[in-house]
């Protein structure tokens, strides 16, 4: 019971925050002055036409050739009003106005093609880096204070201090330049299962994953550093087990209570890294697309890509503190005891 009602106020105050964020990213946005983005061959006039009758501009202003030299803003509140309708009565989240490659075209229809590549190089991500990340901080651990825990200090504290920016770099160069081990950037196409395209997401894999791989060996040790020093795992050495059985019969499981919100937060962190590495490895993805959609003040595209980030990041919050009390029965989330 106090879970559900735990997790009833939460979803409460992810949607307050939902909302408060969106409404501050339309006001902002809309704040800028508009820079048309015609592309090659395209009437510019075509622009201002669908931004009026998208309801974000108003009285537009001809010259004697017939170009459009001028136009009113709508307000603000008027166009948020606008935006609101066409979302809650007729389902339409917009189309493409200012970029040219997008061009009149569905916001859900172009979401949808570009998701899957943003799926797969998080996902492949994790999948890569949770396992060795765990494996370095199990075996700096257990080797404390031994050369083979100061090498993986060593191998932590450079990875974090690299950004993933610094170290597309470096792979792009080393890797795919110099080795000629993959390609620079992503294969075209649609066939993202398949072994070419595979390969040639490694490099923005790895410098997604080489960061989250330092993290998760720093909170692994650190946890599980305090948990084998414990009194409880002394009863168990006491008991009979070996050293390995107490470690990952007892040891990991409750070292697991901070470890996997850690793996939980850290996914979601790369989610956000992956704006910059998809644009460095021409990933035809969400975060390529959110980069260009704020770069051409394209509005509906920036706004459902906005919505898309802070929703993810704010469920990732939800699942991470509802994980806690799954992961350990001891913790009640919502619930409030008091003595005596």
Known sequence: MYMFKYILKRIGLL??????????????IKALPIVIQAGYGEDSNLIY????????ITDLVYDQSGNIIGFSNVPIMTQLGTYLHRIFAEGDFGVGVNMPEYSGRD??????????????????????????????????????????????????????????????????FVFCYKLDWFPMVMETGYDYLSWPMFVSMLPAVFAL???????????????????LTSE?????????????????????????????PSILSEFVSVLSGSLII???FSIPGVGRLYLSSITAQDYDFFMFLSGFYVLVGLLATIVIDISYGFIDPRIRMGSAKTNG
């Open 232 to 260: 409880f795992m002394l009863l168990a050495r006491t008991k009979g087990l070996t050293r390995g059985q107490a470690t990952f019969r007892h040891a990991m499981r409750n070292a697991m209570v901070v470890i996997f």
């Open 209 to 227: 994953c080489l960061g989250s791989i330092a993290g998760y060996a720093r909170y692994t040790r650190a946890e599980l550093s305090e948990v």
């Open 107 to 172: 916001v859900l229809d172009v979401f949808g093609e570009n998701l899957p590549p943003t799926i797969l190089i998080n996902v492949y991500s994790t999948l890569i880096g949770v396992p060795i990340g765990l494996g370095f901080g199990v075996l700096a651990a257990l080797k404390k204070n031994k050369w083979q825990d100061q090498i993986v200090n060593v191998f932590i504290i450079l990875l974090v201090s690299l950004p993933s920016i610094v170290l597309g770099l470096i792979i792009q």
């Open 49 to 56: 036409l669908r931004l009026e009758a998208r309801g974000y």
């Open 15 to 28: 949607v307050m925050t939902f909302c408060i964020i969106l409404l501050l990213c339309f006001v902002l």
């Open 278 to 280: 998809e644009n460095m």
